[in-house]
């Protein structure tokens, strides 16, 4: 492979780190940050936890646990804030935001706990809070602990692809120059080394955006099979696949004990509150 070529392919992480880095100032939760959040995470849980064995017959569905549980879904649904102002391109402090819905995913953990463990953790709405706390326990573990083997990737040049397979340069460099082609078409003052495609694109040119997002996820898995490994290749997929499983779960269990409380209480009271009784 010529030489020129080769740097375009290896240079692809220098661009993307160096433009990320001067053209937003970066104010992340370090790793020290998170392993004290993540302890006091698991403190607050247990806490939680042990508040429901010390209250003599508490129930999810009293006053305070019912008012736990609503804070706490609001603070969990600021990560779905996040994820679609990333993804609109509007959102312009993007670490920030990544802080915020770390912080409020941590505190709003804690509220639904003390509302969820008062009830059957065996039961559909216990298997969504099990949900939570994986999606929590992989999303920390992925952050503390990948981070760096990311950066260190993108961060090296040529020694990245070394001991890859033979043809990994050049089949990196015809999948650049094909984004760089549609991206021509999709967004012409983009950065292809920065760029992402977001909800603005897919709804003005869905048809390139899907195409361009097929490249970008062949490129991303060419890479992952060098020094990154399936496990940093997939752990953003395995979060996004846990949340929204977590989430369709929380809108399913909210939606019933609202509006279907009297199927949800069975053959007991409905001692919470509530839109309808219907089901009963």
């Known amino acids: 492979m010529p030489q020129r070529e080769a740097g375009e392919v290896a240079a692809v992480g220098d661009r993307q780190a160096t433009a990320t880095a001067e053209s937003t100032p970066r104010r992340d939760l370090s790793p020290r940050a998170l392993r004290v959040l993540g302890a006091g995470l698991g403190g607050g849980i247990v806490l939680a936890l042990l508040s429901v064995l010390a209250s003599d017959g508490a129930a999810p569905g009293t006053p305070l646990r019912q008012s736990l549980a609503i804070a706490g879904s609001l603070l969990l649904l600021v990560p779905l804030a996040f994820s679609l102002g990333k993804r609109s391109g509007r959102s312009r402090r993007t670490p920030a935001w990544f802080s915020a819905h770390v912080l409020a995913s941590a505190l709003g953990a804690v509220l639904v706990t003390a509302h969820a463990a008062a009830g059957d953790l065996l039961s559909p709405p216990g298997l969504v809070w099990l949900a939570l706390m994986g999606l929590l326990a992989q999303g920390l573990a992925a952050r503390l602990l990948l981070s760096r083997p990311l950066s260190t990737l993108f961060s090296s040049r040529l020694g990245s692809f070394r001991e890859a397979e033979p043809d990994l340069r050049e089949r990196l460099r015809v999948v650049i120059r094909r984004k760089q082609t ?34 970008a996820a ?41 509006f279907f409380a009297g199927y949800v209480a069975g053959d007991g009271p409905v001692d919470w509150w509530h839109v309808a009784a219907w089901g009963g």
């Open 218 to 258: 062949t490129e991303a898995r060419l890479v992952g099979r060098g020094e990154a490994g399936l496990v940093l290749a997939y752990w953003r997929r395995t979060h996004i696949a846990l949340a929204l499983l977590f989430l369709l779960g929380l809108i399913g269990h909210v939606v019933l004990v609202l």
């Open 182 to 215: 549609l991206l021509a078409a999709l967004d012409p003052a983009a950065d292809e080394a920065l760029f992402s495609p977001n909800l603005r694109h897919a709804l003005r040119h869905p048809w390139l955006t899907w195409r361009y997002a097929r490249l």
